[in-house]
């Protein structure tokens, strides 16, 4: 029993679908970032129903965090024969542990920096408020953030490629 | 830009300042300060009239009113852009002479406004009296009667809380003759009627209150609640039918539209005309101006100020003198002023970095969001949002912006072979089942990401080092070449340097001489920046701010690193698109397949599309701004205001 266990845990498939759920719980992050965008935005648009457009477009900035988990887990999904009819492959432990390692950056990375991002969008929703014509400089700042997202899924994307399988 | 000063005779003024309008290319300063010089004071006088501009904007504001109720109550529908139509002159003149006419319509439509109002108010009074009656429609007897000879009748509220029966009985037990009647109730309150013996009208009361009870009267009625309702209700009824015969003869002027929008924009123009003069400085016979020109716009002025017969001066600004700003780019290059714009202007000084920049936006914007099909539809929606509508201004250079990003993203689309994603492989292979792969011109990022990585290095450093360039060029146009050699020249050679180095050395690239080369050029531009970084500062300073400015190393390094994010972006378009793919053909061939998969694909695609055209949009701004106007931008300019005509929705063209 323990021993059979043990084989499902520590298996390599196992891992590496371990990973690729890792990588797509960047969305955690989206989720928040965008509910807290989303919450300034209706306090906003309660205000001027005009700045919906706006706003939507400054709530929308956070989304990509998880949109990036889910290119990992695509990508490793992909890798491990789950999509594209050829089965799941028998992972040996190493290469399972690698492509689990390799979602790590993006699966953590997105989750905070989706939060973060999502205050900064909500700032800047502030910031619409007030001064509509600004909106650019608002979508800078919250940019700025996701560029740490954005270097999180290039690692775990040239992890994940390299792996050899 | 040129600064003008003219001088008029009075009598021709109302002539030159309608040509100078129709130019639409001189911004008018205000001269107050001249009229705090006490030099200046003696001579001249303010030309303002305040009342002429308040009346002008009300006659706006309520013509501003009819359009929107006309917008509101009638049947056109609203263009997804709002484009202001060509008029001539003449046309326009000769609208404008039915102008008394136009006006009576905007009396007209406003009387019906006035009239809806009255109205609207009418409804909502009758519709809270009728909720205010509803709870007692039950009660027979007359509002107004408050008794008999010998009793009282009353009606009231109970709390919600208060227990009714609870009530009658205690009235039972204490009084002989009362009579109570709970007519309703409803979460807040129950409504309840009372007859008694005046007699014994104190016990009761007293009784009454005990229990929460508040009387409720209706003074102004008379006869009983549910003949009230049925009177307010007649009322409505006869309200709503004049409020949809108000709404039919106000929806009757909608083709009366056009003309009020003629009378809106002369308003507009007479308005802007009178606010002007609280800019112009009179004497008596002749009146004074103070503006600015752009270089181009000169010529056609003098000539129309020879014509009209003023003096005018026309002198380069001062060194170091605020200017407003004017951008003027070439056509590729103007749609791209909407980036400068929404950053900052440039400085009066500055230097307009639109041009140099134009083409890396596209650049950039074309490889994160990479798709051919997606640069297509792209393409042809601006192309003919651009051929349908006569956009102005910074609508117009948006969407042809836009329009640009989609051919470069239909080139990087054709590079890397993306179309839908890899719609055309998978659908051959769910519905034939054949392999057909798009081949990429150049590679297939998703395969060889590291070769884009690379390139995308690459781009970065070269826009890097246009953006120091520039940086450069205005230290050597300010008179400061040593500046633009130590803080731009040492650079150049360290970062170039240490880039060949590095390629020889982890690479093996370019083979070991050149890599020595690099090495050298590297120490030479490391320790002249460590001996001229601190040239500005005193002492030890020298030394500690020559290493300071060796360690901006890192700030170029995190700069080209930045660049990276054209390979993460590009990838998530494409991923994205092949994810909505594959979920596509999950179901499998065959028609219901084919449905499932179109359907799918056109949701996922839009919204795909959505969302990256956005992230490539944020993204190329980003590193326009940041990596790229950080170098040498200044912005922080005021924009060229023109006396011009303004008009929101004709615009009026000279007869030719």
């Not at chain 2, 305040?50 to 009300?58: L, T, V, W």
């Not at chain 2, 809106?264 to 103070?290: C, P, Q, W």
């Not at chain 2, 056609?300 to 700003?325: A, I, M």
């Not at chain 2, 803080?487 to 050679?493: H, T």
């Amino acid at each position: 029993m323990n021993t059979e266990v043990a084989n499902l845990v520590f298996n390599g498939s196992y891992l590496a679908i371990l990973g690729a759920a890792i990588a797509a719980l960047a969305g955690i992050g989206s989720a928040i970032g965008i509910g807290v965008a989303g919450q300034a935005a209706s306090g906003v648009v309660a205000e001027d129903p005009k700045k919906f457009g706006q706003a939507l477009i400054l709530q929308a900035l956070p989304g990509t965090q998880g949109i990036y988990g889910l290119l990992i887990a695509f990508i490793i999904m992909q890798k491990i024969g789950i999509l594209g009819g050829a089965g799941l492959l028998d992972l040996t432990i190493p290469q399972g542990a690698y492509i689990f390692a390799a979602s790590l950056p993006i699966g953590l990375v997105g989750i905070w920096s989706g939060m973060a991002q999502g205050r900064c969008a909500a700032s800047a929703i502030m910031l619409i408020s007030k001064r509509p014509e600004e909106i650019a400089k608002g979508m800078v700042y919250t940019a700025m953030v996701e560029t740490y997202a954005v270097l999180a899924l290039l690692i775990s994307f040239l992890m994940v490629n390299g792996v050899q399988i | 830009m040129k600064k003008l000063s003219v001088i008029a005779l009075e009598t021709g003024r109302e002539e030159l300042m309608e040509g100078l309008m129709a130019l639409g290319a001189v911004e008018i300063t205000s001269q107050e300060d001249k009229l705090a010089d006490d030099h200046w004071k003696e001579l001249v006088a303010l030309d303002g009239n305040q009342s002429d501009a308040a009346g002008y904007e009300a006659e706006l504001s309520s013509v501003n009113q009819v359009l929107e109720a006309l917008d509101r109550y009638g049947t056109e529908k609203k263009p997804l852009f709002s484009t202001r139509l060509p008029v001539k002159k003449e046309k326009f003149k000769q609208v404008l002479k039915e102008r008394e006419e136009i006006q009576q319509k905007v009396d007209l439509i406003l009387s019906l406004l006035h009239r809806m109002a009255e109205v609207n108010s009418a409804i909502n009074k009758a519709e809270a009296g009728i909720l205010s009656l509803l709870p007692w429609e039950g009660w027979d007897l007359p509002l107004e009667n408050k008794g008999t000879i010998y009793t009282d009748v009353m009606i009231g509220v109970l709390p919600a809380g208060a227990q009714v029966d609870k009530l009658e009985q205690v009235l039972d037990e204490k009084t002989r003759g009362s009579i109570l009647g709970h007519l309703n109730s409803d979460n807040e309150q129950h409504y309840i009627s009372f007859i008694g013996l005046k007699e014994e009208r104190e016990l009761a009361e007293e009784t009454l209150k005990l229990f929460g009870f508040t009387k409720v009267q209706f003074p102004d009625l008379t006869d009983t609640a549910a003949k009230n309702i049925e009177k307010y209700r007649e009322k409505l009824s006869a309200l709503q039918d004049e409020k949809a015969k108000l709404e039919e003869a106000i929806r009757a002027e909608e083709g009366e539209k056009d003309k009020l929008r003629y009378l809106y924009d002369s308003l507009v123009i007479a308005r802007d005309r009178a606010d002007i003069r609280n800019r112009l400085l009179v004497t008596g016979k002749t009146f004074y101006i103070e503006g600015w020109v752009p270089a181009i716009a000169a010529e056609s002025l003098e000539k129309l100020l020879g014509e009209k017969g003023c003096y005018y001066q026309l002198e380069d600004p001062e060194k170091g003198e605020k200017t407003p700003v004017l951008l003027l780019n070439g056509k590729f290059s103007l749609p791209f002023e909407s980036i400068t714009r929404l950053y900052a202007l440039p400085s009066s000084g500055g230097l307009d970095a639109t041009p140099f920049f134009s083409l890396s936006f596209a650049v950039f914007f074309g490889l994160m969001f990479s798709d051919t099909a997606y640069g297509i539809i792209l393409t042809l929606a601006t192309y003919l949002v651009l051929k349908k509508f006569r956009l102005e201004g910074m609508t117009y250079r948006m969407i042809k912006m836009f329009f640009y990003c989609g051919i470069a993203t239909i080139f990087w689309g054709v590079m890397f072979g993306g179309f839908f994603g890899d719609i055309i492989t998978v659908v051959a292979k769910t519905f034939f089942h054949k392999d057909v792969v798009i081949p990429a011109i150049w590679f297939n990022p998703m395969e060889e990401p590291m070769t884009l990585l690379l390139f995308s290095f690459a781009l970065g450093l070269v826009h890097i080092y246009i953006g120091m360039g520039l940086k450069a060029y205005l230290d050597i146009k300010d008179g400061r070449p040593f500046d633009a050699f130590c803080d731009i020249g040492l650079w150049y050679l360290l970062l170039t340097g240490g880039v060949i180095w590095l390629a020889g050395a982890m690479g093996g690239i370019g083979g070991p001489g050149l890599s020595a080369i690099g090495k050298w050029m590297t120490i030479v531009g490391a320790v002249g920046i460590i001996l001229t970084g601190g040239r500005q500062k005193k002492g030890i300073g020298k030394i500690i701010g020559g290493f300071g400015s060796l360690y901006g190393v890192t700030g170029y390094l995190s700069d080209v690193l930045s660049y990276s994010r054209l390979l993460a972006l590009g990838l998530a378009t494409s991923v994205i698109a092949s994810v909505v793919n594959t979920m596509g053909s999950l179901s499998g061939g065959g028609i219901k397949g084919m449905i499932i998969m179109v359907i799918v694909g056109i949701i996922g695609h839009s919204y795909n599309m959505a969302i990256n055209a956005l992230g490539s949009f944020v993204h190329s701004c980003r590193l326009e701004y940041v990596e790229f106007f950080g170098k040498f931008y200044i912005g922080g300019g005021e924009a060229f205001e023109p006396f011009a005509q303004n008009t929101k929705y004709i615009e009026i063209r000279e007869d030719h």
